[in-house]
T-cell receptor
Framework: GESVGLHLPTLSVQEGDNSIINCAYS??????FIWYKQESGKGPQFIID?????DKRQGQRVTVLLNKTVKHLSLQIAATQPGDSAVYFC?????????????FGKGTSLLVTP | DAGVIQSPRHEVTEMGQEVTLRCKPI?????LFWYRQTMMRGLELLIY????????DSGMPEDRFSAKMPNASFSTLKIQPSEPRDSAVYFC????????????FGSGTQLSVL
């Protein structure tokens, strides 16, 4: 889930297990969602996106699920690897009268242990 | 393409000094975004441009911050005068159409104001 303040929620998984990272979004008018991965010292990197007319989308080892009824988004990573250790952010488009930009959640830290 | 290029990577300055951060978006992208990242507040949108025109600057903290995009391949974010609370990582991102399209981020500028 998302956090407020200094401490990011941390998900610790063993290498080879599946990971599920959750996100609650706020704007019921949002119609586009993205998951980003941020490694230490780097900028956020695109993982996968989904539009509101879908409820599931799969990529390579990753799946995003969208539940618009409860405004919930999740990222599933199959067979988690050490290189997956990073902070993961969900983002929603603002879709406001002032135009388009992405609002980011606070992030979840994923730690993959051997 | 080299991706979004930001400079400098690190900037250490004293309170009261002027700071200028630079960004070169991906060639062909027509939207450019400036974000600030801190542990307390996460990723915050400061301002974004479409076709070199500022669309929404409501995230700019105060008049000490200003951003320009004189052409499609260059943008600056200026802080004058800088204060210790401005210390953060500043990211520039660009996208192709600026609407429901993924953002590509630079590596960021780590700013420390002493």
């Amino acid at each position: 889930g998302e956090s407020v303040g200094l401490h990011l929620p941390t998900l610790s998984v063993q290498e080879g297990d599946n990971s599920i990272i959750n996100c609650a979004y706020s704007n019921s008018a949002s119609d586009y969602f993205i998951w980003y991965k941020q490694e230490s010292g780097k900028g956020p990197q695109f993982i996968i996106d989904i539009r509101s007319n879908m409820d599931k989308r799969q990529g390579q080892r990753v799946t995003v699920l969208l539940n618009k009824t409860v405004k919930h988004l999740s990222l599933q990573i199959a067979a988690t690897q050490p290189g997956d250790s990073a902070v993961y952010f969900c983002a929603e488009n603002r879709n406001s009268n002032s135009g388009y930009a992405l609002n980011f959640g606070k992030g979840t830290s994923l730690l993959v242990t051997p | 393409d080299a991706g979004v290029i930001q400079s400098p990577r690190h900037e250490v300055t004293e309170m009261g000094q002027e700071v200028t951060l630079r960004c070169k978006p991906i060639s062909g992208h027509n939207s450019l975004f400036w974000y600030r990242q801190t542990m307390m507040r996460g990723l915050e949108l400061l301002i974004y441009f479409n076709n070199n025109v500022p669309i929404d600057d409501s995230g700019m903290p105060e008049d000490r911050f200003s951003a320009k995009m004189p052409n499609a391949s260059f943008s600056t974010l200026k802080i004058q005068p800088s204060e210790p609370r401005d210390s953060a990582v500043y990211f520039c991102a660009s996208s192709f159409r600026g609407n429901n399209e993924k953002l590509f981020f630079g590596s960021g500028t780590q700013l420390s104001v002493l």
